[in-house]
């Protein structure tokens, strides 16, 4: 799958410069990168300033990806084409395919037997972006930034959305992938490939159904890193009902969620969550011990503690919640976290901070940074509501991986799912 | 096909999967011997390959206290129509669990726990595995079921073992991974006091 993930040259059938096609996306974001582009389009000599060829065999060099988005009757034309030039990959982008019916099907079906034995993404698919590596194969409006979240989805209208508020909430990808059709490549081998990859550390899966529930079970089962799942129709409408309670009882969620919980996986039920989870798991580790609570209101540490309800909340010489009171400068601060860091019994600490007149968000961003550095445990932080103050200490205390939630409640469920126990 | 209880009874002793005392009976004269083997309460139910739902044909008789009800009992049952033998078995009493497996098309041989009752279908309080189990789960299986804490002993009802409840489930998921003919079974209930105890069941191949 190298050659998907790390292709030095590309060609892209139906490239275009057609503005706002789905061939000039790709071709801009292909461009992005400093990988070697080979446009193929017959009708055209050029395309954003690149030479064109009319087939894919007209290019002398070897070719490493292989993208094809041209309409879904010219597909197997050019599948063809790449079987004979012999390339490492292929990703088909066209929809038109077996999400239409039964001649998509069949059309499906045909370019997959052409294309045995060649890495195959899609069809009907967004594509693939590998940030650390310059590639961007998709038409994603969006470039998201390197990070260590692998995020796999069978939605490629989601994977747009996500890549847009991922620049907001300062998470990068080591790599996302739209499954589409997933006539070659399926869920099961990202996930196996995922779980190898060395950027990788959280695997993100948007899941709306799955085919070999054997082999997913296997993947998730045997995956050597933290997988977090949403999955998306979940209606528990009972199928292949024989007459008895257990069938009836059998939704399709209900299976599904029993085969997260056997593989220790987590399942979440917003993409918010997804994220709130997956960038967590991305720069901390899962942790043992109770949590400790530091805060300048006492109300959120209320919520807080209320949230947390079932998760132990140890004291030692101080009180848990550890209200710092509103006045409390980064000093003070600096105070009550190390009585709450030193503390055996806590095994991550979270720190609550709403603005009040004199507060300094980004001089206790920097005592908890410090600190964090010297105890080794791991912290999240509740830095509440917005304005530029806040603002800059969040992407402080983002950039050195210490995630932020304006909610105590979005923290609480963070807390929850990664705590193993005492 | 529904499976007659004799056939059903085979297959859980293959499994060593215990059935609470039962008896199958054609004849009154067959009554009251058993009833000095098990004495009372008592249950009856009908035996059909073809009913799916006892309660619906007035097919289940419980709280039998006597040798005169038992026979007005056997009488009545009998004499509903496709029914081929009643069932009579001790009555006994704890907390009532459903236990399931199934075939499923895309995940393969499952198996499912709940607490019991009429409530199960209501509350849907179900819990799936893919099949076979190891120990380990099938404890977890239990702990992610709602209201488990029943199983501790709550307001004077008897402890129940975990780890016995969690033994039938994995010899459950053995047997529905095993059976491949199988395409469905529900346990219900199954009563759990000192002993865990399936006191009906349905398979369909």
């Given at each position: 799958m190298n050659k998907l993930f790390n292709p030095q040259k590309i060609a892209l059938i139906g490239a275009t410069d057609r503005e706002n096609s789905v061939g000039e996306g790709i071709m801009k974001n292909l461009l992005q990168g400093e990988k070697e582009v080979f446009p193929v389009n017959p009708f055209k000599e050029e395309v954003l300033g690149k030479k064109t060829y009319s087939r894919i065999l007209d290019i002398e060099e070897e070719i490493d990806l292989a993208i094809i988005a041209i309409p879904a009757e010219k597909v197997k034309e050019a599948a063809i084409d790449c079987k004979e030039k012999g390339v490492g990959a292929v990703i088909i982008i066209s929809a038109g395919f077996k999400e239409t019916g039964e001649e998509g099907k069949k059309r499906e079906e045909e370019i997959k037997e052409i294309l045995e034995g060649i890495p195959l993404l899609g069809p009907n698919c967004l594509g693939v972006i590998r940030p650390s590596k310059g590639l961007n194969a998709s038409f994603a409006p969006v470039s998201p930034k390197a990070g260590k979240i692998a995020l796999i989805s069978q939605s490629g209208a989601l994977i747009d959305s996500i890549l847009s508020s991922s620049e907001e909430e300062n998470y990068g990808f080591?790599?996302?992938?739209?499954?589409?059709?997933?006539?070659?490549?399926?869920?099961?081998?990202?996930?196996?490939?995922?779980?190898?990859?060395?950027?990788?550390?959280?695997?993100?899966?948007?899941?709306?159904?799955?085919?070999?529930?054997?082999?997913?079970?296997?993947?998730?089962?045997?995956?050597?890193?933290?997988?977090?799942v949403l999955k998306?129709?979940?209606?528990e409408k009972g199928r292949e009902a024989v007459g008895l309670h257990t069938g009836s009882l059998a939704g399709e969620g209900k299976i599904f969620s029993g085969v997260l919980r056997q593989t220790r996986v987590k399942e979440v039920s917003s993409l918010e969550e997804l994220f709130d989870l997956s960038k967590t798991l991305a720069w901390q580790s899962p942790f043992r011990g109770g949590v400790g609570i530091v805060t300048n209101g006492g109300g959120a540490g209320v919520l807080m503690t209320d949230y947390l309800e079932g998760i132990s909340l140890p004291r030692g010489e101080f009180e848990n919640p550890l209200d710092v009171l509103g006045d409390a400068s980064p000093e003070k601060y600096r105070e009550a976290l190390e009585k709450v860091f030193s503390e055996e019994k806590i095994g991550v600490v979270t720190v609550i901070l709403t603005l009040q007149i004199i507060t300094d968000p980004e001089g206790v961003a920097r005592e908890i940074v410090e600190i964090r550095e010297k105890y080794q445990k791991p912290v999240v932080t509740v830095f509440m509501g917005g304005g530029e103050k806040i603002n800059k200490a969040v992407s402080f205390l983002e950039e050195k991986g210490i995630p932020n939630f304006k909610d105590p409640f979005r923290a609480a469920k963070v807390l929850k799912a990664l705590n193993q126990g005492l | 096909m529904l499976l007659s209880f004799k056939e059903g009874e085979e297959i859980l002793k293959k499994y060593q999967i215990p059935l609470v005392r039962s008896f199958l009976v054609n004849k009154k004269e067959e009554l009251p011997q058993i009833i000095e083997e098990i004495g009372f309460p008592l249950v009856m139910k009908i035996d059909s390959g073809e009913i799916f739902h006892r309660t619906e044909k007035g097919g289940v008789i419980t709280g039998i206290k006597s040798e005169k009800e038992a026979l007005e009992g056997l009488?009545?049952?009998?004499?509903?129509?496709?029914?081929?033998?009643?069932?009579?078995?001790?009555?006994?009493?704890?907390?009532?669990?459903?236990?399931?497996?199934?075939?499923?098309s895309v995940f393969g041989p499952v198996v499912m726990v709940g607490l019991g009752g009429i409530l199960v279908e209501l509350l849907k309080e179900t819990v799936f595995r893919l099949a076979p189990l190891e120990e380990a789960e099938a404890l977890d299986m239990i702990e992610e079921m709602r209201g488990n804490e029943i199983l501790d002993g709550f307001r004077g009802k008897e402890r129940v073992e975990r780890k016995d409840l969690a033994n039938l489930l994995y010899k459950t998921s053995l047997l529905i991974k095993e059976e491949e003919d199988i395409k469905e079974l529900d346990f219900n209930p199954v009563i759990a006091g000192k002993e865990i105890l399936v006191c009906d069941l349905k398979i369909v191949k």
């Amino acid at each position: 799958m190298n050659k998907l993930f790390n292709p030095q040259k590309i060609a892209l059938i139906g490239a275009t410069d057609r503005e706002n096609s789905v061939g000039e996306g790709i071709m801009k974001n292909l461009l992005q990168g400093e990988k070697e582009v080979f446009p193929v389009n017959p009708f055209k000599e050029e395309v954003l300033g690149k030479k064109t060829y009319s087939r894919i065999l007209d290019i002398e060099e070897e070719i490493d990806l292989a993208i094809i988005a041209i309409p879904a009757e010219k597909v197997k034309e050019a599948a063809i084409d790449c079987k004979e030039k012999g390339v490492g990959a292929v990703i088909i982008i066209s929809a038109g395919f077996k999400e239409t019916g039964e001649e998509g099907k069949k059309r499906e079906e045909e370019i997959k037997e052409i294309l045995e034995g060649i890495p195959l993404l899609g069809p009907n698919c967004l594509g693939v972006i590998r940030p650390s590596k310059g590639l961007n194969a998709s038409f994603a409006p969006v470039s998201p930034k390197a990070g260590k979240i692998a995020l796999i989805s069978q939605s490629g209208a989601l994977i747009d959305s996500i890549l847009s508020s991922s620049e907001e909430e300062n998470y990068g990808f080591s790599v996302v992938i739209s499954l589409g059709n997933a006539a070659g490549l399926g869920l099961e081998d990202f996930i196996k490939w995922a779980s190898e990859d060395e950027e990788t550390k959280v695997i993100s899966l948007y899941i709306e159904g799955v085919e070999k529930g054997r082999d997913f079970f296997k993947a998730l089962k045997e995956s050597k890193k933290p997988i977090v799942v949403l999955k998306g129709g979940k209606s528990e409408k009972g199928r292949e009902a024989v007459g008895l309670h257990t069938g009836s009882l059998a939704g399709e969620g209900k299976i599904f969620s029993g085969v997260l919980r056997q593989t220790r996986v987590k399942e979440v039920s917003s993409l918010e969550e997804l994220f709130d989870l997956s960038k967590t798991l991305a720069w901390q580790s899962p942790f043992r011990g109770g949590v400790g609570i530091v805060t300048n209101g006492g109300g959120a540490g209320v919520l807080m503690t209320d949230y947390l309800e079932g998760i132990s909340l140890p004291r030692g010489e101080f009180e848990n919640p550890l209200d710092v009171l509103g006045d409390a400068s980064p000093e003070k601060y600096r105070e009550a976290l190390e009585k709450v860091f030193s503390e055996e019994k806590i095994g991550v600490v979270t720190v609550i901070l709403t603005l009040q007149i004199i507060t300094d968000p980004e001089g206790v961003a920097r005592e908890i940074v410090e600190i964090r550095e010297k105890y080794q445990k791991p912290v999240v932080t509740v830095f509440m509501g917005g304005g530029e103050k806040i603002n800059k200490a969040v992407s402080f205390l983002e950039e050195k991986g210490i995630p932020n939630f304006k909610d105590p409640f979005r923290a609480a469920k963070v807390l929850k799912a990664l705590n193993q126990g005492l | 096909m529904l499976l007659s209880f004799k056939e059903g009874e085979e297959i859980l002793k293959k499994y060593q999967i215990p059935l609470v005392r039962s008896f199958l009976v054609n004849k009154k004269e067959e009554l009251p011997q058993i009833i000095e083997e098990i004495g009372f309460p008592l249950v009856m139910k009908i035996d059909s390959g073809e009913i799916f739902h006892r309660t619906e044909k007035g097919g289940v008789i419980t709280g039998i206290k006597s040798e005169k009800e038992a026979l007005e009992g056997l009488e009545r049952l009998l004499s509903i129509e496709k029914v081929q033998g009643v069932i009579v078995q001790k009555e006994v009493s704890g907390v009532e669990i459903v236990i399931g497996g199934k075939r499923d098309s895309v995940f393969g041989p499952v198996v499912m726990v709940g607490l019991g009752g009429i409530l199960v279908e209501l509350l849907k309080e179900t819990v799936f595995r893919l099949a076979p189990l190891e120990e380990a789960e099938a404890l977890d299986m239990i702990e992610e079921m709602r209201g488990n804490e029943i199983l501790d002993g709550f307001r004077g009802k008897e402890r129940v073992e975990r780890k016995d409840l969690a033994n039938l489930l994995y010899k459950t998921s053995l047997l529905i991974k095993e059976e491949e003919d199988i395409k469905e079974l529900d346990f219900n209930p199954v009563i759990a006091g000192k002993e865990i105890l399936v006191c009906d069941l349905k398979i369909v191949k």
